[in-house]
């Protein structure tokens, strides 16, 4: 706060507001202090840290079963894709191939949750504009995949389905069905979010040519996902570096120049229509095999710096793990896109109006738990 | 009292249901009691008491309604709980508000900041009483009613502007602003687009220009400047009284609650009933003056289907038009999202104001040349 304050103009007729860390459009708890010449925000200062839990100081003292439940709680709407890191990083240390079900299964959980974490996006950005019905249909269609999620693993949100070496359990006998049936739903409803957001003029207005992030800043911020996509910066790690089943299916990746906030917006509305094109390739052929590869009971991983990078709902996802051979890891450092994108705000704010902001806010799709960790 | 029974042959159609015999008759019967100064105080007390509870009742309606109105647009049932599809929810909720503790912020204003929301409530409450609701229902009419209308109706922002001001809180002080700078901006539209019709119908008298269309609605007989001037009232006035896609005053995505976020209680009720009843009068307006008031609907030479039209009371017709256009208001206000403070202004003094203007222009040459439907 001290920089915000200090960087005032009184002559100016500057003043500073918090924005959060209670507000209706910082998505939890991330605190901004806006620097403010009437309705223009002249700088910005964002404060982390409300969420703070220490994830991973915690991951140090617990096994490696142990840490994949502590990766949900990080980026809560791509939980299984957090999940899929730490187990592929595992998996890949001791050099075990897990089965081609396990990878086609993890996938089209990913994808799923992708389009969940999406349909949340949508419902949320909508909200954040003022067109408050989105919320409803967005959280209508995601009721459908959470059901999925519920029927094979028991939990909606936070899934924990992965484990190194496999899956919890296998899938419920009508995974199959309740699949295709949503992509048959969804197809239909997905015109329908266009219809009420995406082609309407006052949206176009609010959100082009605002936030407008170029290719370099993109890379030099080290953003990613959906957001660094609208900015022509080709970042997918399911086709830079595929894993899991990525290299079998067939799948464009969206990518934007303009880089601002409808770009932002329109990658992901594209996103969700790609991400049923991979589930419709991979559902009919799930192979059989076992869910669950043999595995030690307490795994060790040999001494050595471990990284895998998975690309979740938001970008891309890292795990970085130091082993010493112990039981559990020695330092466990999440590359998380939330905190990334967050940076770019300081950059993108300067000389837009709050309304303006708060739309920045949305495209850039912050999950705070993300950011903090 | 039989009304239907006073009517004579010769009496136009329109008039089988004239309600100011019965207020006549109330007068006369007051007057028989008591003297002038008497009477006149009787009545004030009376039409006061009546305006009151006709308030409460439409605000306590139009919450019910919006929030089933919203709840059906946004694939749910809305309030289910409280009676019979909910329709006690709204009096459940005002007896929460009501007694609710009425917090003040530190540093606050306090003689402002509780004055604001009676501002706001006594601006719409004066607005009413132009509104006719049938023949011979109407409080106040006198040859000037549409200005006194928009001098009334403009009175509101004064509350809000207190409000922001005195709550000591900068969203709410954001808020403020914008509302004042919108309202003030579009009452300027507001007041040409009502200009149109009363060019047409050569009054500023509501009496007056109900009665003008007993032929057919001005929004028929005026075709393209009424038109043209009912689609920029819409757009004004849902600005004018801060609803959505216009309520940047506030926009609670962004300013939390705007000027309203400190109030609660019954304080924040006044607001909240306030904002509804500036819907009904801008509706009630729009209707009156649009879809003609409480006359009932006519086609040309249908004699028989126009009887039976005039049998419907002119307040059902009266209050059906005005919900027609509240269903209207709701209805872009669940759909659209919000305009940013600068689009607002653009929207107003460069594309409203010309057109309007231009249309005020093209109304006068349409009336002086004689190109509409008597």
Known sequence: MIEAITGIKDSEQEYFINMGPQHPSTHGVLRLVVNLEGEIVKSLVPHCGYIHRGIEKMCEKDTYQQVIHLTDRLDYLSAHINNEAVCLLVENALEVEVSDRIKYIRTIMAELNRIASHQLWWAAFGMDMGALTTFFYGLRDREYILNIFEQTTGGRLLQSYNRPGGLMNDIHPDFVKKIKEFIVHFRKKLPEYDELLTGNVIFHNRTRNIGTLTRENAINYGVTGPSGRASNFACDVRK??????????????????????????????????????????????????????????????????????????????????????????????????????LSTLNHLSPNVKIADLVAIMGSLDLVIPDIDR | MNIISQVTDSAPKYIIYDFGILTSRIHEWLSSMMNTTWTSVVEMVLIGVVFLSFYALVGLILVYAERKVCAFIQCRLGPMRVGPWGIFQTIADFIKLLMKELLITRNADKFLFNVAPFIVIIASFLAIGTIPFAKGIQALDFNVGVLYLMSVSSLG??????????????????????????????????????????????????????????????????????????????????????????????????????????????????????????????????????????????????????????????????????????????????????????????????????INLVNVVLAAFIVLMGWYLI
């Open chain 2, 157 to 354: 922002v004064l509350g809000i502007l207190l409000a922001g001001w005195a709550s000591n809180n900068k969203y709410s002080l954001i808020g403020a602003m914008r509302s004042g700078a919108q309202i003030v901006s579009y009452e300027l539209s507001v007041g040409l687009a009502l200009m149109v019709v009363v060019i047409f119908a050569g009054s500023m008298q509501f009496s007056e220009i109900v009665q003008s269309q007993a032929t057919g609605w001005w929004i028929w007989k005026g075709h393209i400047p009424v038109i043209i001037a009912f689609v920029i009232f819409m757009i004004a006035s849902t600005a004018e009284t801060n609803r959505g896609p216009f309520d940047l005053a506030e926009a609670e995505s962004e300013l939390t609650a705007g000027f309203h976020t400190e109030y609660s209680g019954i304080k924040f009720a006044f607001f909240f009933l306030a904002e509804y009843m500036n819907m009904f009068i801008i509706a009630s307006i729009a209707a009156t003056v649009f879809f003609g008031g409480w006359m009932p609907l006519h086609f040309g030479n249908f004699a028989a289907f126009n009887h039976a039209m005039d049998y419907i009371p002119p307040f059902v017709w009266f209050f059906s038009k005005t919900m027609f256009v509240i269903f209207l208001m709701m209805w872009f206000k669940w759909t659209f999202p919000r305009l940013r403070i600068d689009q607002l202004l653009t929207l107003e003094w460069k594309y409203l104001l010309p």
């Open chain 1, 240 to 341: 830079k570096y595929p894993y899991s089943a990525y290299d079998k299916v067939d799948f464009k990746e969206i990518l934007f120049t303009e880089g601002d906030s409808l770009a932002r917006y329109q990658v992901r509305v594209a996103e969700m229509w790609e991400s049923m094109k991979i589930l419709e390739q991979l559902v009919d052929g799930i192979p059989e095999g076992p869910f669950m590869m043999k595995m030690k009971p307490v795994i060790k991983l040999p001494v050595g710096e471990y990284y895998q990078r998975v690309e979740a709902a938001r970008g891309e996802f890292g795990v970085y793990v130091i082993s010493t051979g112990e039981k559990n890891p020695y330092r466990v450092k999440f590359r998380s896109p939330g905190l990334a994108n």
